[in-house]
């Protein structure tokens, strides 16, 4: 999340109230979560297992929970008791909730020969563009950008807050999302389908491609151009799916993963690793379809074998 007007490093540890180490003056831009870093901006960090990680980002600053460590040259830090938390303030602070209790929020618009479903729902901030087809009791909150000729079947749910939780002695604390959904042209979204919003950054569609019914889609993940993707679907936070890919019915796709141009992922395979452009995958783990059917095949072969034997 880029900040209207940049602020220094001294400014934003009065706003959360904690101290900062470093160049007080550096100017800060932008919010992120570390997966989304950009220069300019502040992260946060509160295991030690990721410090490397956010220190060594082009990060500007870093809300951390251990005042002891090395400065980086060219950055601050702020010394916070719970990082997760003063991010939250930080985020809060910047892009406030404004729930709306009408059907069509403020600073809404739609473009021409678009039709909107009375039933549906259009939070505030919402950009839709000419040719589109908004069906029965879909669901679409703050802040979405929607292109020309997309059309989103009925209750579906596009920019719920990402599914992204900090886990404490005795509860679950989650993440304020205050990222977007950016959904570009001639993209089709079946029904039941959810699209969560990023957490500091956008969810992005890109144009062309194609769901089917049931289809989830985590906070922060990059789909390509023309993409294909059958019931049931789900794919986590932060997978980045090159263009012309294929996933059949009931793929799942973790975090953090890249599926190549062109792959295709056959029915209810469960993919645990980046998988190179072009090819054929099936299994849970997946890997390359040819493969997987010789091990299938031999397996099948093993009672017969240990019958032989015994």
Known sequence: MKLV???????LSKLINRSYFGNGDLLISGINEIHKV?????????HPKYYKKALGSVATAVIIN??????????????????????????????PQNFSANNFGEN????????????????????????????????????????DNVTIHANSV?????FYYKKYDSNY?????????????????????????????????QKGTKMDNQVHIGHDTVIGENCLFA??????????IEDNVILWGQVGVPSDITIGRGAVVLGQS?????????????????????????ELAAIRKLPRIIEKLS
């Open 5 to 11: 007007k940049p602020l220094s490093v001294k400014a």
């Open 38 to 46: 950009e220069k300019g901006d502040i992260v946060f960090v509160d």
């Open 66 to 95: 251990d005042s002891s460590v090395q400065i980086p040259n060219g950055k601050a830090i702020l010394f916070s008791e719970d990082p997760f938390a003063d991010f939250n303030k930080l985020t809060l602070h910047f892009c």
């Open 108 to 147: 809404s618009s739609f473009g021409k020969n678009t039709f909107i479903h009375p039933s549906a729902i259009i939070g505030n901030n919402v950009t839709i563009g000419d040719d589109c087809t908004i069906h029965a009791n879909t669901t679409i909150y703050d802040n979405i950008i929607i292109g």
């Open 158 to 162: 596009i920019g719920a807050n990402a």
């Open 173 to 205: 604390s989650p993440m304020y999302s205050c990222g977007r959904v950016v959904i570009e042209d001639h993209v089709e979204i079946g029904a039941l389908s959810t699209i969560d919003r990023g957490v500091t950054g956008d969810t992005i569609i």
């Open 231 to 240: 019931a049931q679907v789900g794919i986590a936070g932060c997978v980045k």
């Open 270 to 294: 469960g993919v645990s690793k980046n998988l190179a452009p072009e090819k054929t995958y099936f299994g849970s783990p997946a890997s390359e379809s040819r493969e997987k059917f010789k």
